[in-house]
């Protein structure tokens, strides 16, 4: 039996063609409109930019602990989490809460590493010192105010605090403005040698502070001012290393003994020369600073032990080394200062070590930095100085404890600072 189907009706192609158009606009919209769900949005890949961290304090005791935190930028949603170590972990340990435990005395630095990028770090350092004790760093240098007036600056900063507190010098008599330029401490003394002088005849003094008292210097023979750059104590004697003017104009180093100055050789070929700073071991007494000829601009950075000149190199790839502070520690001789890079355009502070030059990180937003004084506690090297921000044009005083930069905030009523000298007292 056959079986007949019937005919399929066809469809007029004018209506295919509305019903094909018709079916078709509703696919884009639902497209458009996230297929009647909500809206699409691209995925933003989770990217770690920085990561800073902050301990406190910064300075502790062996029976104390000290609170760390990392603070993250970033885009999306990236992760917090850190991964935290010591270095060396001999001096402490931390938890994975950032809690650092000191072990023994000594600097330990900090670093948190991000856990989702582990080429994202930050780090700090942490000082500590044997329980009962108290470690003061005092720093010196000079801040100015928006009137381009200068004050002599002291700055302390105790264990257990993260800020240093300044206080301004006095100047001496029949001055406008001074300069504090290096420092030293001999039990509960505090010794700032710097100069003073008087804008309307440019006459340059010699001086040095005790526990803020003034004390000026006499010149030394055949000259017409002087500056004092370093101080060093040595049971009863007082060391004051700077320079000297000329008749001629040029500069001569010099250092004085309790009051009696001392010339020092310049170095072959060169026409003038300035002491910058000085330590005094045992017998010995180290005398830090430059000497250049004025023909043809060059400098020689050295240092005298016991008047006998040594001069320093500069680091790889740098150029011009200027040194401007001096500390003993035992046998090794450190030295501060700085070198230029001139192929990248910047200044890098530095120090020596028994003349092997490491240069020092540039502190957080800063496009040069210099080193101006040196300190040697233990096992840990404070140098003292300055950073440059060329985009707001204005120099910060800055220190660094085992190559770890911190910036000083600025005294009250001033725009700018530039430290120059440190030293480091445990009591």
């Not at 209506?15 to 078709?24: I, K, V």
């Not at 072990?103 to 010192?129: P, R």
């Not at 040095?208 to 017409?224: E, F, I, M, Q, R």
């Not at 000329?246 to 020092?264: C, D, H, K, Q, W």
Request: charged letters at 5%; a negative charge.
């Amino acid at each position: 039996m056959s079986v007949s189907h019937p005919a399929v009706k066809a469809v007029p192609a004018a209506l295919l063609s509305l019903s094909t158009l018709l079916a078709l606009s509703i696919s884009l919209l639902l497209t458009a409109c996230g297929g009647g769900g909500g809206g699409s949005t691209t995925p933003v890949t989770p990217t770690i930019s920085s990561v800073t961290v902050n301990c406190s304090p910064v300075s502790i005791s062996t029976n104390q602990t000290s609170a760390c935190t990392a603070t993250v930028s970033g885009t999306g949603s990236f992760s917090s989490a850190m991964a935290w170590s010591p270095s060396p972990s001999s001096i402490g340990s931390v938890s994975s809460t950032g809690v650092f435990t000191p072990k023994t005395t000594g600097t330990a630095t900090i670093t948190a590493a991000s856990t989702q990028d582990a080429t994202k770090s930050g780090s700090t350092a942490i000082t500590v010192s044997a329980s009962g004790q108290t470690t003061m760093v005092y720093m010196v240098g000079v801040a100015a105010s928006s009137t381009a007036v200068s004050t002599p600056e002291e700055w302390q900063l105790a264990s257990g605090s993260s800020t240093a507190v300044a206080t301004a010098l006095p100047l001496p008599s029949g001055t406008t403005y001074s300069v504090a330029n290096g420092i030293a401490v001999s039990g509960s003394d505090v010794y700032v040698a710097g100069y003073a002088s008087d804008n309307a005849t440019g006459y340059e003094t010699a001086a040095y502070w005790v526990n803020g008292a003034l004390k000026t210097l006499p010149l030394p023979s055949g000259t017409t001012g002087a500056v004092a750059n370093g101080i060093a104590v040595s049971g009863n004697d007082v060391y004051v290393a700077g320079y000297a003017y000329l008749p001629s104009g040029s500069e001569i180093a010099a250092y004085r003994v309790n009051g009696t100055p001392e010339t020092l050789s310049l170095p072959s070929g060169t026409t003038f020369s300035v002491a910058n700073g000085i330590a005094v071991s045992g017998s010995d007494v180290y005398v830090v600073g430059y000497a250049s000829d004025n023909a043809t601009g060059y400098v020689t950075t050295a240092y005298w032990v016991n008047g006998t000149l040594e001069t320093l190199s500069s680091p790889s790839g740098t150029t011009s080394p200027v040194a401007n502070g001096i500390a003993v520690s035992g046998s090794d001789v450190y030295v501060a200062g700085y070198v230029v890079y001139a192929s990248a355009g910047y200044v890098a502070a530095a120090y020596w070590v028994n003349g092997t030059p490491e240069s020092l990180p540039l502190p957080s937003g800063a496009t040069s930095a210099k080193a101006n004084g040196i300190a040697v506690s233990g096992s840990d090297v404070y140098v003292v100085g300055y950073e440059y921000d060329s985009a707001t044009q204005t120099n910060t005083a800055a220190y660094w404890v085992n190559g770890t930069p911190k910036t000083l905030s600025l005294p009250s009523g001033t725009t700018a600072s530039n430290a120059t000298g440190i030293a480091v007292s445990t009591q």
